[in-house]
């Protein structure tokens, strides 16, 4: 099975724009979770897409948002960028909901805000 | 973060030396205890879990040690290889949606 992939794998704005990013799970799976990634907070939880609809949210602003398709694909948008939000996003899958089964994270996309 | 205390943040050992993790939660409803490694540059990738009817698990070099009572739970890694440098993460679900909270991370540095 293709593992879940994630696009783009970097990307470069500036303050104030917005961007989406774009996660596919490994086929079965329907559940996807997103995360971010920085060198001082670690891995904190965005929210999870359970046949597509949001199942739970971390505590992050309303600027962060994300959908689910009926592919299962997941795409999560982040408005009025800020230099703080620069990071490394993974997406992860998995069979059922929730956080007590497997996660299988994507390599991530690197976003760098300017 | 958020109540998944993970210590130490860096660990160096020895080449073939042991190496433990302990990592601390608060909820005691939870009852399922990944650990995740993640290699420089790559994504985090589960290397072993255990479920709240057992005490202890084992895979090879590796084991986790789960005490319910005392709310922890630990990564031990037997004849340290260099290929285990990487930094570990673990995580507990928590809340109804069992959310996954991850721990601060620890990185392990293999020392030849």
């Known amino acids: 099975k293709a593992g879940v ?12 724009q917005q961007v989406t990013l774009s996660c596919s799970p490994i086929s079965g799976h329907r559940s996807v979770s997103w995360y971010q990634q920085t060198p001082g907070q670690g891995l904190q939880f965005l929210f999870e897409y359970f046949s597509e ?5 971390g505590n992050f602003p309303g600027r962060f948002s994300g959908r689910q398709f009926s592919n299962s694909r997941s795409e999560m948008n982040v408005s009025t960028l800020e230099l703080g939000d620069s990071a490394l996003y993974l997406c992860a899958s998995s069979l059922a909901p929730g956080g007590a089964d497997t996660q299988y994270f994507g390599p991530g996309t690197r976003l760098t805000v300017l | 973060g958020e109540n998944v205390e993970q210590h130490p943040s860096t660990l160096s050992v020895q080449e073939g030396d042991s ?4 990592c601390t939660y608060s909820d005691s409803a939870s009852n ?7 290699e420089l540059g790559k994504r985090p990738q589960l290397i072993i879990d255990i479920r709240s009817n057992v005490g202890e698990k084992k895979d090879q070099r590796i084991a986790v040690t789960l005490n319910k009572t005392a709310k922890h739970f630990s990564l031990h890694i037997t004849e340290t290889q260099p290929e285990d440098s990487a930094v570990y993460f673990c995580a507990v679900p928590r809340g109804r949606a069992q959310k996954l909270v991850f721990g601060q991370g620890t990185r392990l540095t293999i020392n030849p």
Not at chain 1, 53 to 57: A, D, G, L, P, V
């Open chain 2, 32 to 38: 399922y205890f990944p650990w995740y490694k993640q």
């Open chain 1, 53 to 57: 609809t949001q199942r739970n949210k």
């Open chain 1, 5 to 16: 992939t994630q696009t783009p794998r970097y990307l470069i704005k500036t303050r104030g």
């Open chain 2, 19 to 22: 190496a433990v993790i302990k």
